[in-house]
């Protein structure tokens, strides 16, 4: 390989590395347009990457952050369970399972295909897509989360293996839309496999390998290079973590270590629980090399060289390096509050590089039901946005999703016409973004009535805690759910009655910097438009 990097030259590295985010981007758009459930043809929520015949990530799309988790180690689990040679083109294997199968929760399914050029194996084409079937299921460990799938092939030299497959779907709730989905992960892997087999006929799959490999190192020196430009120091930030699956509010910290061009990150957190809210250790990762990488440098390529200088830690058997048989299904919830936290010890740092804290969520609404036409089960999971942090020169963001998730909210139309719901409202909340010189983003309220009976389970924190300012920076609002008439909420869950309804209040961001400088004609707009009212316009602002 060395004699193949010396006489590449940066424009042809750079002609490839950006011919592979094209493959990687094309293939998530074929996935999205050929599957069936709304969680991925509308909220688009699913992601696909490259990865060398080691394993190694030669480029993720721009999708969510956090399904790199379930990619880091898929490829070395196939590996270790199938003997290379044992290997086909037309293989196309499946896994989802935190434990054996690399993945970070069991609804996020990976299908991986082996690229061969000349009878080799020189990279996979990976992707993952959420599958909103385990719905009104327990979360005291993983065996109630739904099905775990190690590695197993689910094609074979191109043939379907359609034991394998019924087996999958025996175990789903909606067989015919996962069959769709199944059938679009394929074929989107299909045009990963064309694309990158086409690249290496046009400049060699030497060069092509090469320039991975150069691109790598690039990713790795300009990390590097970022962390040496911070000051050396040590920098500690303390949160808590809530939502309806613990009684108690967990404390968790992180403390961030820089010296010369290297960064450690050493986490600490209580014991896992018997509760879907546990992250395995490549959730960890994923959600600690996105916030690295947004703070210090967004333009380093998303591929294996990133990580090269950080040094990751969390104690096995916490919350933040779970072992089995930990429940996950929420991990994202957490992934959430490690990714502000990363943030406010950098913020230490390098303050103007730092946003205050995100809604720090990412509330998810789960709905099952029985169709009134046939009586078929409807599955329904969304996931919706809330308030961003203000910046140093900026307001936050209002109703968006953050960090590890990159989410879509589904639009009313599509919601509707798919499904026997109804939303009366959806709104930004006012007074929900924390004060500040500059404000945090305000959080949302969505109101959902049943047009028939089915049962509704909310995922959501910050009810207890609220995020975080920045600098003299007010804190967010809380979250909530709001049950109407009749609703009773039993935890995070409830049944609804055909013509009941319940809302959901996402939580607000924190502001940034003191609110008493904030520029009297913000306030005044503010105030015009409804960001706040007149109370907190009086005892925040004085106006």
Not at 69 to 87: E, K, N
Not at 362 to 388: H, M, N
Request: glycine residues 10%; hydrophobic residues 40%.
């Amino acid at each position: 390989m060395t004699t193949i990097l010396t006489r590449l030259d940066p424009i042809t590295v750079e002609v490839i590395g950006a011919a592979m985010s094209s493959i990687v981007d094309e293939t998530g758009e074929t996935l999205i347009r050929a599957s069936h459930s709304t969680n991925i043809k509308e909220r688009r929520d699913c992601s696909t990457a490259l990865f060398n015949a080691r394993g190694e990530t030669l480029c993720q799309a721009e999708h969510i952050p956090i399904h790199l988790g379930s990619f880091l180690d898929l490829v070395p689990h196939i590996m270790r369970r199938y003997a290379t040679q044992d290997i086909r083109p037309g293989d196309a294997f499946i896994g989802n399972d935190a434990y054996e199968g690399g993945g970070t929760h069991l609804p996020d399914i990976v299908l991986a295909e082996p690229i061969f050029v000349d009878n080799r194996l020189v990279a996979w084409t990976v992707n993952l897509a959420h599958h909103a079937d385990f719905v009104d299921r327990g979360h005291a460990h993983i065996y109630q989360e739904g099905l775990r799938i190690p590695p197993v092939r689910l094609w074979r030299a191109g043939e379907l293996q359609k034991d394998v497959l019924d087996l999958i779907l025996l175990n789903c709730q909606v067989p015919p839309e996962r069959l769709s989905d199944l059938r679009a992960q394929r074929a989107a892997n299909r045009v990963g496999v064309q694309r990158f087999q086409g690249l290496a006929a046009k400049y060699g799959v030497e060069t092509v390998l090469g320039a991975g490999e150069a691109l790598m190192d690039y990713a790795e020196r300009k990390m590097r290079a970022a962390i040496a430009a911070l000051p050396d120091g040590t920098w500690r930030f303390e949160d808590v973590f809530d939502n309806e699956e613990v009684p108690q509010t967990l404390p968790m910290s992180v403390e961030i270590t820089v010296k010369g061009d290297g960064m450690a990150l050493a986490f600490d957190a209580p014991e896992q629980r018997r509760a879907g809210i546990n992250m395995t250790y490549t959730a960890l990762l994923a959600t600690t090399y996105y916030a690295v990488k947004s703070v210090l440098d967004p333009s380093i390529p998303p591929n294996a060289g990133l990580a090269r200088p950080l040094a990751i830690s969390a104690p096995p058997g916490s919350i933040l390096n779970c072992l089995p048989p930990a429940a996950v299904n929420g991990r994202l919830q957490t992934c959430q509050r490690i990714a502000d936290m990363i943030l406010g010890a950098l913020a230490q740092a390098v303050p103007d590089r730092v946003m205050a804290c995100t809604n720090s969520a990412c509330t998810v609404a789960y709905f099952i039901g029985k169709r009134p036409q046939d009586g078929s089960t409807w599955v329904y999971l969304e996931t919706i946005g809330g308030g961003s942090g203000a910046r140093a020169g900026k307001d936050g963001l209002d109703g968006v999703h953050v960090h590890t998730t990159n989410t879509s909210n589904l639009p009313v139309e599509a919601l509707e016409i798919e499904y026997p719901l109804t939303l009366l409202r959806y709104e930004l909340v006012q007074d929900s973004g924390g004060v500040g010189r500059f404000r945090g983003g305000m959080g949302l309220r969505r109101v959902y009535q049943a047009t028939h009976d089915c049962r509704v389970r909310v995922d959501v924190s910050r009810q207890r805690s609220q995020s975080w300012g920045l600098f003299g920076g007010g804190p967010g609002a809380h979250g909530a759910v709001e049950g109407g008439p009749g609703v009773v909420f039993e935890g995070d869950s409830a049944v609804l009655a055909a013509g009941q309804w319940f809302a959901v209040v996402t939580p607000g961001a924190g502001g940034y910097g003191p609110p008493g400088q904030r520029a009297a004609l913000d306030v005044a707009r503010d105030r015009a438009e409804g960001v706040i009212g007149a109370d907190m316009a009086r005892q925040a602002y004085g106006v």
